[in-house]
């Protein structure tokens, strides 16, 4: 029985796996179907998505709660083609400019574009199915070389997240302009209720510091010699 442990660990974790995945996938449609949750109008949706790449392929909603467990406000959720949404609250919109919030939306497809919820699934299940299998396989030092490696390997996950922030950021200049989403971000700055992380608790955030952000955006700017006044560029 003890000998069989490691390979019921193993399959254990491959289905807690496979319910992470399944509840990514249903997750969207869950919040879809709340009563507070609507379907932009033609003319909001031509206004939040006009010049921004692969909106065509996204579902946005609009919806007067936070479409997640975090005061999010504004969320790209689905990992799977054709149920990729993108859900704005619609007090953020209320409080942007037309620009700053086409910037936000585009944003979030850019998750999408990315692929950024689903390797928000596929990198813990990395690590939740590929050690204990190397444990049921015998693999030399695995339980002690895992239990090394998995506090650095927390570490990669976390920094790989903040990397999909950046490139988000990145992706709505690119589409609307740096300046609005600059915008956007000074504006969800200043009304975030979010402490800075420092030290040791920087490193185990997912989600970079808006001021990183925004220094982020400004050297891309500044490296393709975009006009920090120009808040229309579009591919």
């Known amino acids: 029985m003890i000998s069989d442990l490691p390979w019921l660990l193993a399959l254990a974790a491959i289905g807690f796996v496979v319910v992470a ?3 990514a996938a249903v997750r969207p449609l869950v919040v879809d179907r709340r009563t507070s949750t609507r379907l932009p109008t033609s003319t909001e949706r031509e206004r939040l998505t006009s010049g921004v790449a ?3 392929r996204v579902r946005l909603r609009i919806t007067g709660h936070s479409p997640d467990t975090a005061p999010a406000r504004a ?3 689905g990992i799977l083609p054709g149920s990729q949404y993108v859900f704005v609250v619609d007090r953020l919109l209320v409080s942007l400019s037309t ?3 086409r910037a936000a939306i585009a944003h979030e497809i850019g998750h999408h574009r990315g692929w950024h919820p689903l390797l928000r699934v596929v990198l813990p299940a990395v690590a939740l199915i590929g050690w204990p299998i190397a444990i049921a396989s015998g693999v030399p030092y695995a339980l002690v070389g895992g239990a090394v490696a998995l506090p650095l390997y927390v570490l990669l ?3 790989i997240e ?3 922030e950046h490139l988000a950021d990145e992706y709505a200049g690119k589409h609307v302009g740096y300046t609005a989403m600059r915008d956007a971000l000074e504006y969800l700055e200043a009304t975030s209720s979010n402490r800075r992380h420092s030290g040791l608790a920087r490193l185990l955030t997912t989600r970079p510091s808006f001021v990183a952000r925004i220094a982020h955006l400004e050297a891309l700017a500044r490296d393709e010699n975009v006009d920090d006044g120009d808040s229309s560029g579009s591919e």
């Open 99 to 101: 620009a700053a919030g």
């Open 54 to 56: 692969g909106a065509h």
């Open 157 to 159: 996950v976390c920094a």
């Open 21 to 23: 995945i399944v509840l």
């Open 75 to 77: 969320r790209a959720l």
């Open 162 to 164: 903040r990397k999909t």
